[in-house]
């Protein structure tokens, strides 16, 4: 079945303690980002990547990383998280040439307390 | 840059009915990508229907069709025969083709649909 999967769906932690959300597609897709939805903002883009090894920043990408080592996977990264990105994230992938939908993953809950 | 307008925050609708989400949009782009995506409560992100600038045809999937108005730039989401599962939030989204920050989706405010019984 093709998917986009995340983990952890829910993670309750404290600031400071760094973190990992694993994203990874079975679509053989080039083109893979992350987002974050917040009431009031909507959705917004953290990173995104072209293809391997190529990434770049969205919109919000301040206190994130990612890497692309492989096409398949694409982890998000908070070196020291804080509440202000308590948030709900998605992991999303697409072909890269054209306007295709993104396919989702079923989001991740992250608290920061 | 893109922008997306849906203007209704909430709507309700019967039962077996059907109901018109409404979005706009705007762009400077002559190639871009129209979605739909379904959010329900328990959160995820469900992909509905694709449009592309350049199709002539309304894209249809199943119950939903995508009423495209390119001259208007609209780009309304119909749902017939309504079902209770339907009940969630719905997202217009647009993305450019010319690649890099252009392919991120630029998604609307949504519109929370509740379907009454």
């Known amino acids: 079945e093709a998917q986009v999967t995340q983990n952890p769906r829910y993670l309750i932690t404290v600031t400071g303690k760094k973190l990992t959300v694993t994203c990874s597609q079975n679509?053989?897709?080039?083109?893979m980002s992350w987002y974050r939805q917040d009431p009031g903002l909507g959705l917004r883009q953290i990173y995104y990547?072209?293809?391997?090894?190529?990434?770049d920043k969205g919109d919000v990408p301040e206190g994130y990383k990612v890497s692309r080592k492989e096409k398949r996977n694409f982890p998000l990264i908070l070196e020291s998280p804080s509440p202000n990105q308590t948030s709900l994230y998605f992991c999303?992938?697409?072909?890269?040439?054209?306007?295709?939908?993104?396919?989702f993953g079923d989001g991740t809950r992250l608290s920061i307390l | 840059a893109q922008k997306i307008t849906q203007t209704q925050p909430g709507m309700f609708v019967q039962e077996k009915e059907a109901v018109t989400l409404d979005c706009t949009y705007d762009?400077?782009?002559?190639?871009?990508?129209l979605f739909w995506y379904k959010q329900p409560s328990s959160g995820e992100m469900i992909f509905l229907i694709y449009?592309?600038?350049?199709?002539?045809q309304n894209a249809t999937e199943g119950r939903y069709s995508l009423n495209f108005q390119k001259a208007r730039k609209s780009a309304n989401l119909v749902i017939s025969a309504s079902q209770l599962g339907d009940s969630a939030m719905y997202f217009c989204?647009?993305?450019?083709?010319?690649?890099?920050?252009?392919?991120?989706?630029?998604f609307g405010k949504g519109t929370l649909l509740t379907v009454n019984p």
């Open positions: 999303a992938s697409s072909p890269g040439t054209s306007a295709q939908p993104q396919h």
């Open positions: 679509m053989n897709h080039e083109y």
């Open positions: 990547s072209m293809n391997v090894e190529v990434t």
């Open positions: 762009t400077s782009d002559q190639s871009y990508g």
């Open positions: 449009q592309g600038s350049y199709d002539e």
């Open positions: 989204a647009m993305r450019g083709t010319r690649g890099g920050s252009n392919y991120k989706l630029t």
